[in-house]
């Protein structure tokens, strides 16, 4: 009878055992499998990325002058750049406008693709040099005395399906060697969409 308890009991211990490294086993078999799945995700999102960060750089576009520029329901066109270091006045009242550095006169035509009339501003463009830095169009009254377009991009309406030209003038150091006309797409909460042209 003892011997007969004994083997029951070897029997009952082995069991035990094997059902404990079965168990191990199981585990081991699951933290692999949750280890080759999220290593299969993060391939995913990899791939995803790239392909979004392509997108983006395809989307970039720099125009040149005399291009029609599309943003929003506006179309932008320049048709001249001059670059200078004085403005000279016609009006012997008036004296003429000198910089130490360069101004930067744009001939543009601004065109208005709407269903209703839209505001536009020389608030609306900005100029970037080859350095990165950024310049708002001059609002000198020396320059806008001289330069007879420079007041017709100021708080002005298009009416729908009509363009307006007119003339914008920047003032840039004389170590930028080349800059960027941005446009908008609007003026206040109508902007938010830009695009670039090359001026030089």
Do not use: C, H
């Not at 070897?10 to 079965?22: K, M, N, Q, R, S």
């Not at 943003?71 to 932008?76: E, H, K, R, S």
């Not at 609306?124 to 169009?137: G, H, I, L, T, V």
């Amino acid at each position: 009878m003892k011997k007969f308890l004994k083997i029951t009991a070897i029997i009952f211990g082995v069991l035990i055992a094997i059902g404990i490294i079965g168990s191990m086993g199981e585990d081991d078999a699951s933290t692999a499998g949750d280890q080759a799945s999220n290593e299969t995700v993060t391939t995913v999102i990899d791939k995803n990325s790239n392909s979004t960060n392509e997108t983006k750089k395809e989307d970039v576009k720099t125009y040149q002058i005399s291009d029609t520029v599309k943003t929003g329901n506006l179309a932008y066109k320049v048709t001249n750049v001059t670059a200078t270091n004085e403005l000279k006045s016609d009006n012997q009242f008036i004296e003429s406008a000198t910089t130490s550095g360069q101004f930067i006169v744009i001939d543009l035509e601004v065109s208005n693709n709407d269903s209703k009339t839209r505001m536009i501003d020389s608030s609306m463009f900005k100029m970037y040099d080859d350095q990165n830095r950024e310049f708002e169009p001059s609002s000198d009254t020396e320059v806008i005395m001289v330069v007879e377009g420079a007041m017709d991009f100021f708080l002005q309406d298009i009416n729908p399906g009509l363009s307006k030209t007119g003339q914008l003038v920047f003032e840039l150091p004389s170590d930028s060697s080349s800059y960027t006309l941005q446009v908008s797409s609007g003026y206040g909460w109508a902007g938010g969409d830009y695009e670039s042209i090359k001026l030089k």
